[in-house]
């Protein structure tokens, strides 16, 4: 019996599979290296979780801070009128706190003034010129 064709076919297929088991073990390698990078990023992940956790609760601590007002000699005064109200203030409403005259030019200049105060977020306007206390 000749045994060379066998022997030749065992050693094709011996090729084949110590071919495959490198290509295997260069898979791993590969695969390994990612696992690492993957595992890396996920400590970073959470190192920034524990964090960003960490000054939330700081930050939820401090005192707020209240925006810069414009430079106007009226703005604490109107302001102090919104911290002693029970409600939404008018522009009218303001004046007579204030003891202005009720006359046109001095509803309107509050009423602007107002308005500066709601755009840099200090008031709220609850409806049509009506307004509060931004809390």
Do not use: W, Y
């Amino acid at each position: 019996m000749n045994v060379q064709p066998l022997l030749d076919a065992l050693g094709l297929q011996k090729n084949a599979a110590r071919a495959l088991a490198d290509d295997l073990r260069g898979q791993i390698t590969e695969l390994q290296g990612r696992l690492r990078e993957a595992e890396t990023h996920l400590e970073h992940l959470a190192i920034t979780q524990k964090t960003v956790t960490a000054l939330t609760a700081l930050t939820d601590r401090l005192p707020a801070v209240p925006p810069d007002l414009p430079e106007h000699p009226g703005h604490p005064r109107i302001l102090g009128v919104f911290n002693d109200a029970t409600g939404p203030l008018r522009a009218r409403d303001v004046c007579e706190a204030l003891d202005h005259e009720l006359l046109p030019k001095n509803i309107e200049g509050t009423r602007a003034k107002l308005k500066r105060l709601v755009r840099l977020s200090i008031l709220t306007e609850v409806d049509v010129a009506s307004l509060t206390r931004k809390q």
